[in-house]
């Protein structure tokens, strides 16, 4: 059984992460947020051209959809493909601590992937800040606490968003080999995770070494966010 859960958490993970809330939210307000602004789908552009309101609505729900399809689908897609196999209800927290473990991590990691690769827009999609917070959630939490301060100050320092989220990105993965310094398999995701969402802020840093990247606060001149 437990390889067809990787193959059903996997793929519903990614589903579920790849759901663009951005594009539509924007959508619904008449815009193609891909042609304004950074033509990012995530919060910090959807907060530039719709607003406070929508882009912490797009926010919530990006850090929403990574803490479920980690911390809740597994547990409930394990749980309904046991009887099937076993033939009696087994709950998922009777398993070996181990595979609960792969099979969490597996649910973040495609749950990021769908963010960052949503198939619903040929494979473009966010760059994964909001919906790694929502993985790290419900697998790390005090990890989560310590990148959300080094964001913070980051982001009052140099009111950049983007180099808050690239600072977040590194703090993530060394508060999780610091804290949990024995899940190797954690911490060897976490490095990866972390370092796909700074190669996903390429652009960002391409403007920063330009000086032409957008302080939070103003309006974008055709490019900018960076989540």
Not at 50 to 72: E, H, N, R, S, T
């Amino acid at each position: 059984m437990p390889d067809i859960a990787y193959i059903a958490i996997a793929f519903g993970a990614y589903l579920l992460g790849s759901i663009p809330f951005g594009f539509l939210v924007a959508r619904v307000k008449g815009i193609d947020i891909r042609s304004v602004g950074s033509g990012n789908i995530g919060a910090t552009n959807a907060m530039r051209v719709l607003g406070k309101p929508a882009g912490i609505f797009v926010l919530l729900m990006d850090v929403l959809k990574g803490y479920i399809a980690c911390g809740l689908l597994p547990p409930l897609i394990f749980n309904a493909l046991a009887p099937h196999y076993s033939g009696l209800y087994v709950f998922f927290q009777n398993e070996p601590v181990e595979l609960q473990t792969r099979l969490t991590v597996l649910a973040g990691i495609c749950a990021v992937l769908g963010h960052n690769y949503t198939c619903w827009l040929k494979f473009k999609g966010g760059k994964g800040i909001a919906t790694t917070a929502g993985v790290y959630l419900a697998l790390a939490p005090w990890a989560v606490l310590v990148a959300l301060i080094v964001f913070i100050l980051a982001l009052l320092l140099t009111r950049y968003v983007s180099v808050a989220s690239i600072s977040a990105a590194v703090a993530l993965p060394v508060a999780v080999w610091v804290m949990t310094p024995h899940n190797l398999l954690l911490g060897v995701v976490s490095t990866a995770l972390g370092l796909m969402a700074i190669y996903k802020h390429k652009s960002n840093i391409q403007r920063l070494r330009a000086g032409t990247e957008n302080r939070l606060g103003k309006k974008p001149a055709g490019q900018g966010g960076a989540k």
